[in-house]
């Protein structure tokens, strides 16, 4: 069971996640080029944590 410090740290993961592919759909490549290292960042990290 995941304690409650962990289960917030995801929910904020999966939280800029979320926002950031809709920010990447939504707004032109070169406003929203700086958050797309994060994104992918945040991304893999959900990806190893439900694996």
């Known amino acids: 069971m995941a304690t409650q410090?962990?289960?917030f740290s995801v929910?904020?993961?999966l939280q800029?996640?979320?926002v950031s592919a809709v920010?990447?759909?939504l707004l032109p490549l070169d406003?929203?080029?700086p958050i797309i290292p994060l994104f992918l960042v945040f991304?893999?990290?959900l990806?190893?944590?439900?694996?």
């Open 5 to 7: 410090r962990e289960a």
């Open 11 to 13: 929910f904020v993961a």
């Open 16 to 18: 800029f996640v979320v």
């Open 23 to 25: 920010l990447l759909v």
């Open 31 to 33: 406003v929203v080029a």
């Open 43 to 45: 991304s893999f990290g």
């Open 47 to 51: 990806y190893k944590y439900r694996s």
